[in-house]
């Protein structure tokens, strides 16, 4: 079992804790191809912990091996000091490691709420159906469930478009709605792929905040990949660099920008 006692406070003073998740020696290959070749590296409570590398590299991979979609072919996840096993889809889902997609994908035909509200799915002890039948009222438990949504909607400053389609939303707002939906299910770990990809630098730095804002309020641990370098070096606490599968850098933003093998693998080789 794990330390999960120790932690350390970043430069901006915020409190990291214990590691939460810790992945030993993990490769992972599709047939021939290696995408992740022996990383190891850990994720800390309340940290913001970044994945870059160039194109290809592994990173999404390694998002999937993180939120358990993916069993890797060798090495060991350890969630909350335990070993993780192969699990089945609602085990995973109930492992509290929620995400955002590379491609938004939330339901186009939906309100912004009832799309935030999917994301309680997991956490609701009667299902949808059995809500959908119950033509009394709203049932206790949904109340509750509505209050969480509606506290996430008022944080990141969405009560305008709440009962609109998603489907009608600028590109940066539907980045935001996903984002909502993944804080409604309290997530332990929150996955972000690429959550600033496609965006204008207003919409960038909309995100950036809330992403800072929502590790503040809610101490949210935060895993995610970016592209755009300047922000994940505003962003991060911890950066692990990848390239071809291997990671070849892992550390705060500054120790990493300085890495000869990081600057090499951006500079260097064109391989996207
Ligand atoms: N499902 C799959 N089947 C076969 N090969 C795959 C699969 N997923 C990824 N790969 C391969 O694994 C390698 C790593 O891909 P991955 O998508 O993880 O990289 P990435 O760093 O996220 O890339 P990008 O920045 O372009 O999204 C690539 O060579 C890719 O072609």
């Known amino acids: 079992m794990n330390d999960m006692s120790d932690g350390y406070i970043t430069a901006d003073g915020r409190q990291i804790g214990g590691v939460l998740m810790e992945l030993k020696n993990i490769t992972l290959k599709f047939g021939g191809v290696t995408a992740i070749s022996d990383i190891s590296f850990d994720i800390r409570q309340g940290e913001i912990r970044a994945i870059i590398g160039p194109n290809g590299a592994g990173k999404s991979s390694m998002l999937n091996v993180i939120s358990g979609f993916y069993i890797p072919t060798e090495g060991e996840v350890w969630f909350k000091g335990y070993k993780r096993g192969p699990m089945r889809p609602y ?68 009560q305008p478009i709440r009962k609109t389609p998603v489907g009608r939303l ?24 690429e959550p600033m990809a496609g965006m204008n630098v207003e919409e960038k730095e909309d995100m950036c905040r809330f992403i800072l804002d929502v590790n ?31 990671k ?5 933003p500054d120790e990493v920008r300085n890495n000869q093998d990081v600057i090499d693998a951006y500079l260097g080789v064109a391989h996207d």
């Open 91 to 158: 085990e995973i889902a109930g492992l509290g490691i929620a995400r955002t997609f590379q491609n938004i994908a939330l339901f186009d035909g939906m309100s912004v709420l009832d799309n935030i509200m999917t994301g309680r799915l997991t956490l609701m002890k009667s299902g949808l159906l059995s809500q959908a039948m119950w033509w009394g009222g709203a049932s206790k438990e949904e109340d509750a469930h509505r209050e969480k949504v509606e506290k996430i909607i008022d944080f990141l400053e969405i």
């Open 170 to 193: 600028p590109y940066g707002l539907k980045k935001r709605v996903e984002l909502a939906r993944a804080l409604a299910a309290e997530p332990k770990i929150l996955l972000l792929d």
């Open 216 to 246: 503040d309020e809610f101490g949210t641990t935060t895993v995610l990949i970016e592209h755009d370098m300047g922000v994940v070096m505003d962003l991060s606490d911890r950066v692990v660099v990848m390239d071809y599968g291997r």
């Open 248 to 252: 070849i850098g892992d550390g705060p």
